[in-house]
């Protein structure tokens, strides 16, 4: 029975060498086919990268010729248009004015753009020389991730707590536009360096001497005045009912060391002058906010910094026409000579 089982499991044995064997070839077959797939990824992007040497070393002359007249057609541009200088007015609408700041600036980008320098002169009260001096107007808010969460807070302060649940963040975040940041930059662009200062005044009044916005100034100044006032009044009534506490508990302590009073209303009269304490800081904390308030909404629109009187000068390379051009002529060139071998290559495809 020995004899007979020897073969059998010797056969077994080879069968799980040939088995352990073939399997390590197929994960060596696995690893090389992995290695030269990653290997012809590194050849392709080198191949790439060379691919793209050529093609500029090849077309150097023609990319350079063609950069070179972008260049002398900018530099002529450059040189006709003159010095441009620019300005900024930083400012802070109020009582959601600042749509329609930015529309009426628009409107003034607009005018310019049409070249309709007779309106120009009118709206600004310029001569007409300098009237066409304006090349552009243009504004933005100045980006601050700060107003967003001030807008939330006052938010959550103002609605219910169900309400606050169903509005996240995040949702207010993205609901929060350009209009709504609190300063916003009037930038303006011209020929002459010293008409910044006529344009302020015009651009502001636009929205200053609205009707509507007036009124709504009007009335929160009202209501902000009346809360000032009583809310000083009630800080001089605490102040007196503090005067008489202190003045009792004086007459009190002179009591007492005149005689052997047994004072059972000291802890109550001493818990009083806390709440009396308590209720003042807090009527001084609405106070400053109420001043804060009327401060801020004093004018229609806040004037954080007005436009210089002399603007600066347009400098750098994103404003140079000369270098601009140049770089566009090379792209241009670029662009067209692959055209041309895109072509080439097809029709030899075809074949």
């Known amino acids: 029975m020995l004899t007979n089982q020897q073969p059998t499991n010797s056969n077994n044995n080879n069968e799980e060498e040939v088995d352990l ?43 350079g010729i063609a950069a070179i007249i972008g260049f002398v057609a900018g530099f002529i541009l450059e040189t006709n248009k003159g010095n441009t200088y620019a300005s900024d007015l930083l400012v802070e609408p109020n009582f959601k004015s600042a749509r329609q700041l ?44 700060n107003d967003i969460i001030e ?41 002459q360096n010293d008409v910044f200062n006529k344009l302020d005044e015009v651009i502001l009044s636009s929205v200053v001497e609205n009707k509507y916005f007036n009124r709504v100034k009007e009335l929160t100044n009202e209501n902000l005045n009346r809360s000032d006032s009583l809310l000083r009044q009630n800080l001089g009534q605490i102040d007196s009912l503090r ?30 002058e806390l709440e009396l304490f308590e209720t003042n800081r ?31 000068e347009i400098k750098g390379i994103t404003e140079n026409i000369a270098l601009q051009l140049a770089a566009l002529g090379a792209f241009l060139m670029i662009f067209v000579l692959l055209l041309i071998k895109i072509n080439t290559y097809l029709s030899n495809y075809k074949k």
């Open 243 to 272: 005067r008489v506490y202190m003045q009792v508990m004086l007459d009190e302590a002179k009591k007492q060391t005149s005689g052997t009073n047994i004072d059972l209303g000291g802890e109550k009269r001493t818990t009083k």
């Open 21 to 63: 064997g073939s399997l390590f070839v197929i994960i060596g077959k696995g690893f090389s086919k992995l290695f030269n797939f990653i290997g012809s990824i590194f050849k392709g992007i080198f191949h790439f990268f060379i691919s793209i040497l050529i093609f500029l070393k090849d077309n150097l002359l023609k990319i």
């Open 102 to 145: 930015y529309n009426n600036v628009n409107f003034y980008n607009d005018l310019v753009k049409q070249k309709d320098t007779a309106r120009i002169q009118k709206t600004f009260q310029l001569d007409k020389e300098t009237a066409g001096s304006l090349k552009k107007f243009t504004i933005e808010p100045i980006v601050n991730k």
């Open 151 to 191: 807008s939330y807070n006052d938010f959550v302060l103002a609605v219910d707590t169900t309400t606050v649940k169903s509005y996240t963040f995040e949702e207010f975040k993205t609901s929060f536009t350009e209009l709504d940041y609190k300063i916003h930059r009037i930038h303006v662009v011209a020929q």
């Open 282 to 312: 807090k009527l001084n904390a609405e106070l400053k906010v109420v001043v804060k308030e009327k401060s801020n909404t004093y004018e229609v629109i806040n004037v954080i910094s007005n436009f210089q009187p002399i603007g600066y």
